[in-house]
C-alpha cells in the first residue's frame, strides 16, 4: 500500500545518500593516501568501518585502502643500538609518533616512516604523553618532566623535579592534571604526584607506596578520578575530594578504568 512504498522510498534515499557518501570518503582517502597523508586517510577509513546490515556499500577499493594503510602503520621505529622499548605516544592527529626507548626519545613521521627528530639522548628512561589537543609533548626523563612545543620541537621546559627516576606518566583527558609515579629501581617503594598543569604546582603527593614493579597509574574519561595499581595493592584517588580509597590488596596482572569512572 501506500505505506509500503513510502517506507521503501526512504529506505532507497537513505542507501543513495550513505553510497554517496561512502564514495566522496574513498576519493578523499585516496588523495590523502597521494599526498602521503596517512593519519588523515586512517581517519577517512576508520569512519565507514561499520554500515546498516541492509546496506554495506563496501568493495574491494575499501579494502585495498585500508590494507595500504595498515602497512604503513606497522612501519617498524626500531633503531640499532637500542635495547627495548619503554613508552610510546601517538600525537591525536595521528601525525607523529614519539617513540622512547633506553638512552633516546624520538618523535617519527606517521606519514612518511621517516625520523622527524630526537629529542633526548642518554637517558635512563623516558615516558610521553601527548596533550589532548596535540600542540604539547611530556616526558618524564630521568627525574624531570619536560614539554615540548610540537609545532617547532622547541628546546625543552623543564616542569617537575622529583627526587628519584620517573617510570610512570597519565595525563588527565582535559588537559589539566599530569600524574607520575616514581621509584628507585631496586627499592620496593613508590611515589605518585600529582601536579596541576595549569598552575605549575604540586596537588597532592602519596609517598611510601608498596611496589615490586613499576606499577600503572590512570586517569579517569571524567578527569576526576586517579587509579593508581602497583601489584599488591589498587587505590583510587578522587582529585575534587582527596579521597585515597584502597579497594584491592592482592595481586593482578592489569587495571582499566571504565568509561564512567564507576
Not at 76 to 89: A, P, Q, W
Not at 135 to 150: E, F, P, T
Request: proline content about 3%.
Amino acid at each position: 500500500g501506500i505505506a509500503d512504498a513510502a517506507r521503501s522510498q526512504a529506505v532507497s534515499e537513505r542507501n543513495g545518500a550513505i553510497t554517496t557518501a561512502y564514495l566522496a570518503d574513498m576519493q578523499a582517502a585516496h588523495q590523502a593516501l597521494r599526498a602521503t597523508n596517512y593519519g588523515l586517510a586512517r581517519r577517512i577509513l576508520a569512519r565507514n568501518l561499520s554500515f546498516p546490515s541492509d546496506h554495506d556499500p563496501r568493495d574491494w577499493e575499501w579494502r585495498a585502502l585500508w590494507l595500504r594503510c595498515q602497512k604503513i602503520a606497522s612501519l617498524r621505529f626500531g633503531v640499532e643500538g637500542d635495547y627495548h622499548i619503554n613508552s610510546v605516544g601517538i600525537s591525536p592527529d595521528d601525525r607523529w609518533v614519539v617513540v622512547s626507548t633506553k638512552g633516546f626519545v624520538r618523535v617519527w613521521d606517521l606519514n612518511n616512516g621517516e625520523l622527524e627528530t630526537t629529542l633526548e639522548k642518554n637517558t635512563a628512561w623516558g615516558e610521553v604523553a601527548f596533550s589532548p589537543d596535540g600542540q604539547r609533548l611530556y616526558a618524564g626523563v630521568d627525574k624531570v618532566v619536560r614539554s615540548y612545543r610540537m609545532s617547532a620541537f622547541a628546546e625543552p621546559k623543564d616542569l617537575f623535579t622529583h627526587d628519584r627516576p620517573v617510570y610512570r606518566m597519565a595525563l588527565s583527558p582535559d588537559g589539566r592534571w599530569l600524574a607520575t609515579l616514581c621509584r628507585v629501581w631496586n627499592e620496593e617503594s613508590a611515589q605518585v604526584s600529582i601536579w596541576n598543569l595549569e598552575t605549575g604546582l604540586l596537588h597532592d603527593r602519596l609517598d611510601g607506596l608498596r611496589a615490586r614493579t613499576n606499577g600503572e597509574i590512570q586517569f579517569s574519561e571524567d578527569s576526576r578520578l586517579l587509579g593508581i595499581g602497583l601489584v599488591a595493592s589498587l587505590r583510587v584517588v578522587d582529585l575534587e575530594t582527596g579521597k585515597n580509597n584502597v579497594i584491592l590488596t592482592d595481586a593482578y596482572q592489569a587495571m582499566a578504568l571504565s568509561p564512567d569512572g564507576h
